[in-house]
């Protein structure tokens, strides 16, 4: 590359000085740096947000991809069976659905237990069945009135919303035995 002859002052007086071409601030190789330095910036900056929307993404996948309930059913006497979900979440509320006969229209599958916040183990009995079988939902609001089913009077109804319990006897004070 050849040099070129540039005025530099020291000492009040000019010199000349013998520097490099590509010192030169215009240079052509000093705008290649200065470029290649802006694309590595701008490269680095999307894979930064392309590894932070990677983590969301996969946080957002795990959350939504929980693991349906798996039931175990257990005798516990005549007619009564103990039925608890293995893997149920704390902060959820159950339905427990039976049907006596799977794929039959005469018998759909029935509500048979609302759990509360967190409940996963249940005891039903066999209501006089021989068989029975058993599926568990996560309980929200299956008639869409506002109420989460686990409150609801009747959770097929969205006519008729919380339950509500009115005591008039004993009166306050007394004391029930």
């Not at 996969?58 to 039925?83: D, E, K, Y």
């Not at 759909?108 to 967190?118: D, E, K, N, T, Y």
Request: charged residues 10%; proline residues 6%.
């Amino acid at each position: 590359m050849p040099n070129e002859r540039m005025p530099e002052k020291q000492d009040g007086r000019h010199r000349n000085v013998t520097r490099p071409a590509f010192a030169r601030l215009g240079s052509s190789q000093h705008r290649i740096k200065i470029h290649m330095k802006t694309i590595k910036r701008h490269w680095i900056t999307a894979i930064g947000i392309c590894g932070g929307g990677l983590v969301v993404v996969a946080t957002a996948l795990t959350a939504l991809s929980q693991t349906a309930p798996v039931l175990t059913i257990a005798p516990t006497g005549t007619n009564q069976f103990s039925i608890t979900i293995t893997n149920g979440v704390s902060t959820n509320n159950y339905q427990l659905y039976w049907t006596p006969v799977l794929a039959n229209a005469a018998y759909p599958w029935a509500l048979a237990v609302i759990g509360g916040a967190g409940q996963t183990n249940f005891t039903v009995s066999s209501g006089g069945y021989l068989t029975g079988f058993y599926r568990v939902s996560v309980g929200t609001d299956a008639d869409g009135d506002g109420v989460p089913d686990w409150q609801d009077a009747n959770p097929n109804d969205p006519s008729i919303g919380i339950l509500t319990v009115v005591i008039d006897t004993p009166t306050n004070g007394m004391v029930l035995q």
